[in-house]
């Protein structure tokens, strides 16, 4: 199973870092840290949204993929 | 190497063009993405959008603005620098680099046109079924809506790339699955 998680993440590595650049790294090269409370509000929702959604997925995955071998 | 360098060169100062001209740019400066985008919402929902000079395109009956903000011109720079950097290592030539250049640029133009017509059709849906006592506001449900959308969005598009390498063209996948 944690190979699976693994191989998950590894897979959306290239989408989840070009996510990450454009919502968090350009934003704070621009000095968006200065804006405080609202901006910390954002980075922390981009930040942990997209890991949670590839766990979901993967976890998906799994439970098909076990449901598939048990009615085989 | 020099094509690669080219490309990389070439990838950099269109996402900064990008960015610039979004910067600056007024709701009427970018009718070239928010026009399909709203017409594309228009055809999905029912809804009728109508430019307003300086604002954007306005839904009369649903009340709601596709503004500046709206335009999806920041996922389509990430789905930009995404589809140049799964095509880098297959760059060999001044030509290649231009035809990725051009060909990237293109399929990230029409997918945030696709993907922020879907986020905003969706935004519609929930902006008229509110979730009813949730512990979230409106602008949190937006903002978690908008991160699905965008990110499920280029993580298919990333898929879509390898299973074009996969099947279409039956070559084995080159760009790097993890950085």
Redesign the interface.
């Known amino acids: 199973m944690t190979t699976t998680i693994v191989r998950a993440f590894r897979r959306a590595a290239v989408p989840l870092v070009s996510y990450y650049v454009v919502t968090l790294g350009l934003p704070l090269a621009n000095g968006a840290a200065g804006a405080g409370a609202p901006f910390a509000r954002h980075a922390l929702a981009v930040l942990v949204v997209p890991p949670i959604l590839i766990a979901l997925g993967c976890a998906t995955h799994l439970l098909l993929e076990w449901s598939h071998r048990a009615r085989n | 190497m020099k094509s690669r360098l080219f490309l990389l060169g070439a990838a950099s100062l269109t996402a900064w063009g990008l960015?610039r001209h979004y910067a600056d740019a007024s709701p009427d400066d970018l009718l070239w993405i928010l026009s399909p985008t709203a017409w594309l919402v228009g055809v999905t929902t029912g809804a009728t959008f109508a430019f307003e000079p300086g604002e954007g395109y306005l839904s009369r009956e649903h009340l709601f603005l596709i503004e500046k903000s709206c335009a999806g011109i920041?996922?389509m720079?990430?789905?930009f620098?995404?589809l140049v950097?799964?095509r880098f290592h297959r760059t060999g030539s001044a030509m290649t680099a231009a035809r990725v250049l051009g060909v990237s640029l293109v399929a990230a133009y029409l997918t945030a046109v696709v993907v922020n017509a879907v986020r905003i059709a969706l935004a519609l849906w929930l902006a008229a079924h509110p979730l009813a006592a949730s512990a979230f506001s409106a602008a949190?449900v937006h903002?978690?809506e908008g991160?699905?959308v965008?990110?499920?969005g280029?993580?298919l598009?990333?898929e879509l790339v390898r299973w074009f390498d996969h099947e279409l063209v039956g070559r084995p996948f080159q760009?790097?699955?993890?950085?």
């Open positions: 960015k920041n996922f720079i990430a789905a620098g995404m950097y799964a949190d903002r978690f991160i699905c965008y990110f499920g280029l993580v598009l990333y760009g790097r699955h993890a950085l």
